[in-house]
């Protein structure tokens, strides 16, 4: 063959192996179609390009591997392959870096090959190089996505592990994030239902009008909002503190507002007892105060009454005494039923400190009702009894407990005029296993939410006048307190009241 042809064939190969390199194919199609030419063009057998992998510790093959060779695998790159007898081997050089190998099998006999090959070697390395950069930029955008990826999977699980309900809405009030807790909330929405959708659609209880103005003004004032809301669950007051802050994602301006929904009503309900002892401590000590004043001018007009009715015979004519005599009645009754109210407030204030031991709560609760079984509204209603015989026992007074308990019933049929059901449980401490539970339930007509709060205060009652004095379960309240447990009420109007009563089992009481 003449020079001038092999040159020029060696020139319509490599330009043919160039245009292969730019036709934006795969990386691995675009090297296999290389070798395919070469090994045409060159009459060989077989043509490999050996490539570094990203890890530089490896070698892969491209390119139809000998026939008689059998397949090859990946190698160390350490550690060069073995040249095969008659292989011919070239490397691929990029500014001073090898990154791969050039294979032919046999060595080409054609005239002008040696020369050929060198250039397709030097064609073929940035062209290499730029496959390594993709595949480098390639795995660093991976790693990126990856670290990203479990960045934000952390970040959601530390968000769905917060025991309070969250969601974040953007300047369109659509929800962008809704915790665990938010899921597993009174309404129960997955988050796959209520992400990018209004957050109106979604939190129907709320006035939605009311709502776009808390939000508004978070939005546009940059304050945190919070607010406490009482919410009514399966008939049970549930107590939340909601906390609106603003979320500047640029740190400039408000691009979102984040929303924290706290039960706090186990708390509420703390410092509703505490408040209420601190209120009936200071009526207790104002009460102790004025005892001794009260019953002094009492006294004087009792004594008073009974020497006037032993006069009234000498000093009055027959026709005036009878109507004397019923005015006297009628003072000495009042008095009476003042040194009542005087001694129920002097009970409360200092309840009796009397002898306590180890009493069993169920033959209590039958002596009390004994007790009452003559009273004749007891006969209208249906007294239902619950006792679990395994009470363990308490340590108390049994008159001052009868107290308490007889109070309440006596309660229980003032709001049950028209008849209905008692019902008397007793049965161990359901939060507290050191504790024995005691219900008293009716089935009147309820005491509003308004005055639930204020049954336990002194003189405070919803009885028409005459009817009670608003003392007897502040009474209570002092005893049970004084035994060291503690007394609660729920009730729904036109549907009935559940008193209970803790109070401690006497072993606790003796450990103490």
């Known amino acids: 063959m003449e020079e001038g042809v092999v040159r020029q064939d060696a020139f319509a190969l490599v330009g043919r192996i160039a245009r292969l390199l730019n036709t934006g194919l795969g990386p691995e199609e675009t090297l296999s179609s290389v070798a395919d030419v070469l090994r045409q063009g060159l009459q060989v057998e077989s043509v490999q390009l050996w490539l570094r992998e990203p890890n530089a510790t490896t070698l892969r093959a491209i390119g139809a591997p000998p026939q008689t060779g059998g397949p090859r695998t990946s190698r160390s790159f350490a550690v060069l392959p073995d040249i095969e007898p008659g292989t011919l081997r070239l490397p691929l050089l990029h500014e001073g870096e090898r990154l791969g190998m050039l294979e032919v099998s046999p060595a080409p006999t054609a005239p002008g090959a040696d020369t050929l090959l060198p250039v397709v070697a030097d064609v ?10 993709s595949e480098d930029l390639a795995y660093e955008v991976a790693l990126r996505s990856r670290e990203i990826e479990e960045q934000r999977r952390f970040i959601t699980l530390v968000i769905d592990c917060l025991p309070v309900g969250l969601y974040v809405v953007d300047r369109e009030y659509r929800i962008q994030i809704w915790n665990r807790k938010r ?36 939005f546009s004032t940059g304050h945190i909002r919070q607010m406490d809301l009482e919410v009514a669950v399966r008939g049970d007051a549930k107590y939340y503190r909601i906390s609106k802050i603003p979320m500047r994602q640029d740190g400039e301006t408000i691009t979102h507002v984040i ?29 102790a105060g004025i005892m001794h004043e009260i019953n002094n001018p009492l006294a004087t007009i009792g004594a008073c009454v009974a020497a006037l009715e032993n006069r009234i015979a000498d000093d009055l004519p027959a026709e005036l005494q009878a109507g004397f005599r019923e005015y006297l009645q009628i003072i000495d009754k009042e008095v009476q039923r003042c040194e009542g109210i005087v001694d129920g407030l002097l009970d409360f204030s200092r309840p009796k400190g009397k002898a306590k031991g180890p009493i069993n709560v169920g033959a209590i609760l039958e002596d009390t009702l004994f007790l009452l079984k003559h009273h004749e509204r007891f006969k209208k209603i249906e007294v239902r009894r619950e006792l679990d015989e395994r009470l363990p026992n308490i ?57 639930l709060t204020k049954i336990f205060e002194p003189f405070y009652t919803t009885k028409p006048p005459g009817r009670g004095t608003g003392l007897g379960l502040s009474v209570c309240y002092g005893i049970v307190e004084e035994h060291g447990g503690r007394i609660t009420a729920d009730s729904q109007p036109g549907r009935g009241s559940i008193f209970r009563v803790f109070l401690p089992v006497a072993e606790k009481v003796i450990r103490q």
Do not use: C, Y
């Open 259 to 287: 929303t924290i929904g706290e039960d706090v009503t186990e708390t509420h309900v703390a410092q509703q007892r505490i408040l209420q002892s601190e209120k009936l401590a200071a009526i207790g000590q104002l009460a």
């Open 395 to 451: 340590h108390g007074n049994g008159e001052q407990l009868i107290q308490v308990f007889m109070a309440i019933m006596l309660n229980a049929l003032d709001a049950m005029e028209e008849g209905g059901a008692l019902t008397v449980r007793a049965m161990p401490g359901r939060v507290h296993d050191d504790e024995v539970e005691v219900q008293i339930e009716d089935t009147g007509v309820g005491i509003p939410r308004a005055d």
């Open 124 to 133: 073929l390395a940035p062209f290499l190089a730029s496959i390594e950069l």
């Open 183 to 218: 899921e597993m909330g009174t309404q129960g929405l997955r988050r796959d239902e209520v992400v990018g959708r209004p957050v109106f659609e979604v939190l129907t209880r709320q006035n939605a009008k009311q709502l776009r103005e808390e939000f508004d003004d978070v």
